[in-house]
Nanobody, 114 residues
Framework: VQLQASGGGLVQPGGSLRLSCAAS????????MAWYRQAPGKQRDLVAR???????NYAESVKGRFTISRDNAKNTVYLQMNSLKPEDTADYYC?????????WGKGTLVTVSS
């Protein structure tokens, strides 16, 4: 099973980015799909997650600015990030839980700076 994340980059404060993460390989019945982030010197924290029922949870710091969505046919999860702030700068990691197993992708770097 592989998770391939893309969409990171450098953006100015107030800008937007859209992250994507596609799961491939022998993976069935994906339940939870999520995005985490880790800033330098800090722990990895949950940003947003989406369940198979399409119920979503967000960290307080991103509510109203970020939107998580999923395409089950493509085993892909997205994170639309708007009104980005310098404090959103971090490596963003996608994660999926399927069959009781949690899989992680490599990080994609998001840098918010003028």
């Amino acid at each position: 099973v592989q998770l391939q994340a893309s969409g990171g980059g450098l953006v100015q404060p107030g800008g937007s980015l859209r992250l994507s993460c596609a799961a491939s390989g022998d993976i069935l019945n994906i339940n939870i799909m999520a995005w985490y982030r880790q800033a330098p010197g800090k722990q990895r924290d949950l940003v947003a997650r989406i369940f198979g029922s399409n119920t979503t949870n967000y960290a307080e710091s991103v509510k109203g600015r970020f939107t998580i969505s999923r395409d089950n046919a493509k085993n892909t999860v997205y994170l639309q990030m708007n009104s980005l702030k310098p404090e959103d700068t971090a490596d963003y990691y996608c994660s999926v839980k399927a069959g009781g197993v949690v899989y992680w992708g490599k990080g994609t770097l998001v840098t918010v700076s003028s």
